[in-house]
Nanobody, 121 residues
Framework: QVQLVESGGGLVQAGGSLRLSCAAS????????MGWYRQTPGKQRELVAD???????NYADSVKGRFTISRDNAKNALYLQMNSLKPEDTAVYYC???????????????WGQGTQVTVSL
């Protein structure tokens, strides 16, 4: 099992910045692609950005140029720097990790509990 714990959400005014963090813990695991997703009430969870273990990044068009995803493989950590925030960025943000284990060949998907980001006018 792997646990993902997000932090860094909160309330910010439009134009402001926030930095989300996600810490992974467990035993005998390797983190593959990790990503940030977000969800608002009544809508499907959507990809914000993801990053491979080698550092290749991918962003939703709506956040390109404003958000930056990064990871620290030594710390099993994932980050999302969010700048120039807009009210439409308001959502619960979830950390996701594709995980493999030392004693197996399967890849599993894990989710954090989510952190609320609210952007006010």
């Amino acid at each position: 099992q792997v646990q993902l714990v997000e932090s860094g959400g909160g309330l910010v005014q439009a134009g402001g910045s926030l930095r989300l963090s996600c810490a992974a813990s467990g035993k005998n695991f390797s983190l593959r692609t990790m990503g940030w997703y977000r969800q608002t009430p009544g809508k499907q969870r959507e990809l914000v950005a993801d990053i491979t273990s080698g550092g290749i990044t991918n962003y939703a068009d709506s956040v390109k140029g404003r958000f930056t995803i990064s990871r620290d493989n030594a710390k099993n950590a994932l980050y999302l720097q969010m700048n120039s925030l807009k009210p439409e960025d308001t959502a619960v943000y979830y950390c996701n990790a594709r995980v493999s284990f030392t004693y197996g060949i399967n890849v599993y998907s894990y989710w954090g509990q989510g952190t609320q980001v609210t952007v006010s006018l």
